[in-house]
């Protein structure tokens, strides 16, 4: 029986069929279908961290990340972007490159650092992982339990939990995949893409 970080591996590369290509900086693009504009790709991985870059974002952020999560950071990828910010996972950017060529993640200090206030009772022990273009809306996760949490892009206020961190990026990628037909074309784009 495949475990869930297994599963979740197959839907990153479901779009595979239609090309991957690495990039300069080893980000991973997955899916670019004949329609698609020339840089545009249907998922987008990249490159998984090191135990000295968990030490250092846990010490910029003065939280323990859960383990299911750091594995995720090390061991698949360091954020994702699904079908162009649909669903996004930030990651760990500790040098921003401007060459077109490097994909990067949104950067996970934006909402835990530079913007935290913007979410109104967001706890200490409250790790903003990523998020939803539909409306703005956040995922967060409680450093104490793993459990991770919906809310909107002003209050901390819970909409929606999973119990950990691969509960809620399987689930999700099998609800999300689901809006799109085989080859990433939204089936109905006047449908919420939230999870509620």
Same mark, same amino acid.
């Given at each position: 029986?495949?475990t869930k970080?297994e599963?979740?591996?197959? =839907?990153l590369? &479901? !779009? *595979?069929r239609f090309g991957?290509k &690495?990039t300069?900086?080893?980000a991973t693009?997955?899916g670019?279908? /004949?329609?698609l504009?020339e840089?545009?790709w249907l998922v987008?991985?990249?490159?998984?961290?090191?135990? /000295? /870059?968990?030490a *250092?974002i846990? &010490?910029e952020?003065s939280?323990?990340? #859960?383990? #299911?999560y750091? !594995?995720?950071?090390?061991?698949?990828s360091?954020? =994702?972007?699904?079908?162009f910010?649909?669903?996004?996972l930030y990651?760990y950017?500790?040098?921003f $490159?401007r060459?077109?060529?490097c994909r990067l993640p949104?950067?996970?200090?934006?909402? $835990?650092?530079y913007? +935290?206030?913007?979410?109104s %009772?967001?706890?200490? %022990?409250?790790f903003?992982?990523?998020? !939803?273009?539909?409306?703005g #809306?956040?995922?967060?996760?409680?450093?104490?339990?793993? +459990?991770?949490f @919906?809310? #909107? $892009?002003?209050d901390?206020?819970?909409l929606?939990?999973?119990?950990?961190?691969? /509960?809620m990026l @399987?689930?999700e990628?099998k609800? =999300? !995949?689901?809006?799109?037909?085989?080859?990433?074309r939204c089936i109905?784009?006047?449908?919420?893409? =939230?999870?509620?």
């Amino acid at each position: 029986m495949k475990t869930k970080f297994e599963l979740i591996r197959e =839907l990153l590369f &479901k !779009y *595979s069929r239609f090309g991957i290509k &690495k990039t300069m900086n080893g980000a991973t693009l997955i899916g670019h279908p /004949d329609y698609l504009k020339e840089d545009w790709w249907l998922v987008e991985l990249f490159p998984q961290l090191n135990i /000295d /870059d968990i030490a *250092s974002i846990e &010490k910029e952020v003065s939280v323990k990340l #859960s383990e #299911s999560y750091v !594995y995720f950071l090390r061991n698949i990828s360091n954020g =994702l972007i699904f079908q162009f910010g649909t669903f996004a996972l930030y990651g760990y950017v500790p040098d921003f $490159n401007r060459n077109i060529e490097c994909r990067l993640p949104f950067d996970m200090y934006i909402p $835990n650092i530079y913007e +935290r206030e913007n979410i109104s %009772n967001l706890r200490q %022990n409250f790790f903003v992982i990523g998020g !939803y273009d539909y409306d703005g #809306s956040q995922l967060y996760m409680d450093t104490n339990t793993g +459990r991770v949490f @919906l809310c #909107s $892009n002003t209050d901390s206020a819970p909409l929606y939990h999973w119990e950990t961190f691969e /509960d809620m990026l @399987l689930s999700e990628l099998k609800r =999300l !995949y689901c809006l799109y037909t085989e080859d990433g074309r939204c089936i109905d784009d006047s449908k919420t893409t =939230l999870p509620i």
